[in-house]
């Protein structure tokens, strides 16, 4: 795993959940790429990412393993399939026997036993704390993390515990800026940011929000620099019209 702890420019990371789009982002020189769980939203249609299975996690990591040659490929554990230290350990060999380099789970101190047993086999292991999709059910929406002051040091505090039980990144989703600054500055891990401002060692995207291809939702932190999805509507309108001879050509 690359780490751009307080040198270098930030880690570039990036989602993929199939062939063509982890080659080509491999192709364009991202740091690390991420087989997100968000693919059930994105690439399957669920409304969260609470009905992503093993075996969906599984399909799409050995996919973009076929397109990756050069980038480290990091794989989310799904919902559900971390529960004990013994099941985490488990999966994770699962998503490396299927191509992946690292694996990513959602929490923080709770599930230092979990990373304990993934880190003592010798997976690399990343971290995930702020706001956490797969809680979404629970908490009743996607909301920020770190206003409060008793927030703020809770997600310090889990930060420290990933770090201590070796983590090699954590991704800070939806955090208030200045308390992923100060995780940023507390762990030997590097930070990775998703809505939580620009003092973190890397930024990873939804790659759908970075090319415009999830129409539907884009978040607001989320700068889209290409419009996919009306390329595809142009295009296909072109075909069906151009066969029914509609296309005044
Ligand atoms: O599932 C995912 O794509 C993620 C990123 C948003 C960090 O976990």
Do not use: C
């Not at 364009?28 to 990412?49: F, N």
């Not at 047993?117 to 706001?131: K, L």
């Not at 770190?146 to 770090?163: C, V």
Request: zero cysteines; hydrophobic letters at 45%; proline letters at 6%.
């Amino acid at each position: 795993m690359p780490e751009r702890k307080r040198s270098g420019p930030p880690l570039a990371v990036l989602t993929a959940a199939d062939y063509p789009t982890a080659r080509l982002l491999d192709e364009a020189g991202v740091d690390l790429i991420l087989v997100g769980d968000s693919l059930g939203m994105v690439v399957l249609g669920l409304p969260d990412t609470t009905g992503v299975t093993m075996e969906m996690m599984l399909h799409h990591t050995a996919a973009v393993r076929r397109g990756v040659k050069r980038a480290p490929v990091i794989a989310d554990l799904p919902f559900h399939s971390y529960e004990t230290p013994d099941m985490a350990l488990a999966n994770a060999r699962r998503l490396v026997d299927a191509g992946a380099d690292a694996v990513k789970l959602e929490g923080g101190a709770g599930f230092v036993p979990q990373v304990a047993a993934i880190v003592q086999a010798g997976i690399p292991f990343v971290g995930h704390i702020g706001m956490l999709p797969q809680s979404v059910r629970e908490e009743g929406g996607y909301k920020k993390k770190g206003k409060t002051p008793e927030q703020g040091r809770q997600l310090l505090e889990d930060a420290i515990a990933l770090d201590q039980a070796g983590a090699a990144a954590i991704v800070l989703e939806s955090i208030v800026p200045q308390v992923a600054a100060e995780i940023t500055q507390a762990v030997n891990a590097s930070t990775i940011g998703i809505g939580a401002g620009a003092d973190t060692d890397g930024q990873v995207l939804v790659t759908h929000d970075l090319v415009g291809a999830f129409p539907w939702f884009r978040p607001p932190f989320a700068k889209a620099r290409a419009e996919i999805a009306g390329e595809i509507l142009r295009a296909a309108r072109e075909y069906v019209l151009g066969l029914r001879g509609e296309d005044g050509g």
